[in-house]
């Protein structure tokens, strides 16, 4: 069945570092969405992406939704220590949602 | 306005027994879902209800049961726990269905089995 498949599933940096993670499915989405999890709480909504191309920034954080809207990357800008979680995709199409495994973040001060 | 409410947060049970979650979804919101989530599992998705039905269900076990009254709130049950249903169980609401519109977690129901 879809899945969303997401890459690295850990990532450790150094503090100023860059960080990307992707996330990719085997079909076409009608939309995709980010989340973000600290550590001990809940996934909070980040941003959803629905036009083929689409590019949206939050600050650091750069979102970008493939032209044939089969993958998504967060890039976060010159990390912070405010950074750290886990970050999930989600992929919808179809009345079928689906999250990515996430990718953890650890940012070293 | 008020957020997501999970209740309990904590509950410690023992094999064999049961238990009920409670959700209380974003007032207007139509949409509850629920997922299980343990360390190296991420999110696994439950079941989804939309105005009183069951739109979406994941691939769990048939101990794990819900509803959705006709205030939108919702309760999950499990019957005859097992250990590994351990895990922090998060509802999740939104104003559509799941994936169309943002959704706000919950903060959680932390169950551990023993």
């Known amino acids: 069945g879809q899945q969303v498949m997401q890459i690295p599933q850990y990532q450790h940096v150094q503090e100023g570092e860059d960080f990307t993670t992707y996330c990719n499915s085997s079909t076409t989405l009608s939309n995709i969405q980010w989340y973000k999890q600290r550590p001990g709480g809940h996934p909070v909504f980040l941003i959803q992406l629905v036009k083929s191309g689409e590019v949206k920034k939050q600050k650091r954080l750069t979102f970008q939704f493939g032209e044939a809207k089969k993958n998504s990357s967060l890039h976060i800008t010159a990390t912070q220590t405010t950074d750290v979680g886990t970050y999930f995709c989600?992929?919808?199409?179809?009345?079928?949602?689906?999250f990515g495994s996430g990718t953890k973040l650890n940012v070293k001060p | 306005k008020a957020g997501v409410t999970q209740t309990p947060r904590y509950l410690i049970k023992t094999r064999g027994q049961q238990v009920t979650l409670s959700c209380s979804p974003i007032s207007g919101h139509r949409s509850v879902s629920w997922y299980q989530q343990t360390p190296g599992q991420g999110l696994q998705f439950l079941f989804e209800?939309?105005?009183?039905?069951?739109?979406n269900k994941g691939n769990f076990p048939g101990r794990f049961s819900g509803r959705q009254f006709s205030n939108s709130r919702s309760e999950m049950n499990v019957s005859t726990l097992e250990l590994g249903d351990s895990a922090l169980y998060l509802c999740a609401s939104s104003l559509e269905v799941r994936g169309s519109t943002e959704a706000f977690f919950g903060q959680g129901t932390r169950l551990t089995v023993v």
């Open positions: 989600a992929g919808y199409n179809f009345n079928k949602f689906y």
């Open positions: 209800y939309f105005s009183e039905t069951q739109r």
